[in-house]
């Protein structure tokens, strides 16, 4: 029965069903085929949406479109082209880093490829990069968002692992970290072999004056993971502080925005909200169903089957994760795959922490792996080039990303130490 | 006409949801800081709020087509198929979320005999939403599959 429940959902994926709707009919198919009352549908739905923590992700979503309503994007592009531009290839450098700063409030990586690729890709192209460079870099960097806090699949990660939200924050600032250095290590030396041009250094004081312009953005990323892990907060408080600020900020010191205005961004959040949460609802009711099928246990028992070697697990998964997150969209991944492996992989010894950082980075590098990575298409979309010229242009970037994902998984204090530096 | 009222309802729905969330989560962090005594309900009614507002905005996120899809595989089919596959999706999706709009009011007639646990209302009152999410996914979907059969 569950192989049928999983066929009509892919069926339903392949035939362009939201995925959300493709997990829905295929819980539908089972609750008919076992003869299961019907209303097991809203209930499980409304039980999976009805979580406090969970209040965060629209909070966060809205703080992040009303900051990029706000004229911030366009302060943070300018932020990092003063500090990076007189770099050889200053521009692809000044995108890693814009990527970098706007992580911390945009959350996902896709929204970062749209806000900052449509600045950035004209802006590159016309002084000469080339466009599947272009398009790459925008595509690459954008997956620094989820692992940066704050990070909406994190989120989602603690809501299932029943972890802390604010010690899996922490736990993904050093590997994004990590993945930024890696990504402009990449984009420096193939500017550099291709002579990619360079701007005059910006004197000390347009520097301070353009970073007195971010500030107050880059405060928000302080607000919230000072308010979350000092205690002050709970994440769901947190986000609607954030949503308060962006808001003050947007309207008073940026002045860009208006009563109007903000009503198109609240109700153009909440749509995105509740696409993620229908998807959470039915997730809820397939998770039920897995488990009632006794899914997690066979999974688990014919992995530790093969091999109980605690690595060669993890690269088990990772190889699953990666292939899942290239035609999956993360959120969706994540709620139908993170509470089956995360029981094999505490089994076999790994720090639930650690592996959820591990699995939010592999189905996040699905975003830019060819040829169906979401990310790689929009980037593609806005600077209107080929998917195969981005995909092509993409493979250096997905190396480091790989490389990343490789040290993240094999140590685990990359992940473990800033957690455990503020426990204690 | 009814196209019209029920954008309207959902959309304002959605506001007012969005605004009283926001609301209450500040006044839960305010009288945590500057009053003696915590308002028991207002984590309860953050959740109340949120979800409806949710519910609201299920519709106009189909509408306004925020939900993910793939379509990788859908592109390389004919027109022709393409035009089937799109009218069958819309027609299991009209189905899927009507059957869940007619249990979201057997629930929420369940819902009448609970009482919630810090506010003074039934339970029906937040399972009405699951009504509103359904019905409202449900008519839009009708909506497109009435437009690709034209």
């Known amino acids: 029965m569950i192989g049928l429940i999983i066929f009509i959902f892919l069926i339903g994926l392949v035939l362009r069903f939201p995925i959300a709707f493709a997990l829905g009919l295929a819980c539908l198919v089972y609750v008919l085929s076992e003869g299961i009352p019907l209303i097991v549908l809203p209930m499980k739905m409304y039980s999976g949406i009805d979580v406090f923590v969970l209040l965060s992700i629209p909070g966060f979503i809205l703080a992040g479109n009303l900051m990029n309503h706000g004229g911030l994007t366009a302060k943070i592009i300018s932020f990092c082209n003063h500090l990076l531009g007189h770099i050889r290839g200053g521009l692809s450098l000044a995108n890693i880093g814009a990527s970098m700063l706007f992580a911390g409030i945009s959350g996902t990586a896709v929204s970062d490829t749209a806000s900052i690729g449509s600045v950035m890709i004209p802006a590159m192209k016309k002084e000469g990069y080339d466009e599947g460079f272009s398009c790459a870099v925008t595509a690459a960097s954008s997956t620094v968002g989820p692992i940066i806090p704050p990070s909406v699949p994190m989120i989602i990660a603690a809501t299932l692992g029943g972890l802390s939200v604010g010690k899996l924050f922490l736990a993904g600032a050093v590997p994004g970290f990590l993945l930024g250095i890696g990504l402009s290590a990449v984009a420096y030396y193939i500017s550099v072999k291709r002579n990619y041009p360079k701007h005059e250094r910006s004197t000390l004081t347009q520097i301070f004056k353009s970073f007195v312009e971010t500030f107050w953005s880059l405060l928000m990323t302080f607000i919230i993971l000072y308010g979350i892990i000092g205690g002050i907060f709970t994440p769901t408080e947190a986000s609607i502080i954030a949503v308060l600020y962006a808001y003050v900020i947007g309207q008073f010191v940026y002045k860009k925005l208006s009563f109007r205005k903000v009503q198109v961004v609240i109700l153009d959040s909440m749509k995105t909200s509740a696409s993620l949460m229908v998807l959470v609802g039915f997730a809820n009711l397939f998770g039920w169903i897995l488990i009632t099928e006794r899914l997690p246990q066979l999974v688990s028992s014919e992995i530790l089957g093969f091999t109980t070697n605690k690595y060669l697990v993890l690269l088990l998964i990772n190889l699953l994760l990666i292939f899942v997150g290239t035609f999956m969209e993360t959120i969706a991944a994540l709620l139908i795959l993170f509470p089956i492996l995360l029981k094999v992989a505490v089994t076999v010894g790994v720090d639930p922490i650690h592996f959820s950082v591990i699995a939010v980075l592999n189905l996040i590098i699905g975003l830019t792996t060819p040829p169906v990575g979401v990310c790689l298409f929009v980037a593609s979309s806005i600077g209107k080039t080929s998917i195969a010229k981005v995909s092509k242009a993409s493979l250096p970037f997905l190396a480091v990303s790989l490389i990343v994902l490789a040290l993240v998984t094999l140590i685990p204090q990359i992940s473990l130490f800033l957690p455990g530096l503020f426990a204690e | ?150």
Do not use: H
């Open chain 2, 1 to 150: 006409m009814i196209k019209k009222t029920l954008g309207r309802f959902l959309k304002y729905g959605t506001l007012i949801s969005t605004y009283c969330l926001i609301a209450s989560v500040l006044l839960q962090i305010f009288a945590r800081f500057f009053l003696t005594n915590t308002p028991p309900w207002t984590e309860e009614a953050s959740r109340l709020f949120f979800i409806y507002a949710i519910a609201f905005s299920a519709g106009l996120a189909l509408k306004n087509e925020a939900y993910v899809y793939l379509d990788v595989f859908y592109d390389k089919l004919s027109p022709k198929i393409q035009k089937g596959v799109l009218w069958a999706v819309r027609f299991l999706t009209f189905i899927l979320f009507g059957l869940m709009a007619c249990y979201a009011l057997i629930f929420t007639k369940n819902g009448l005999s609970e009482t919630s646990a810090s506010i003074p209302m039934p339970m029906a009152v937040s399972f009405f939403s699951m009504f509103i999410l359904a019905a409202s996914v449900s008519f839009y979907a009708y909506l497109d599959l009435k437009k690709s059969l034209k």
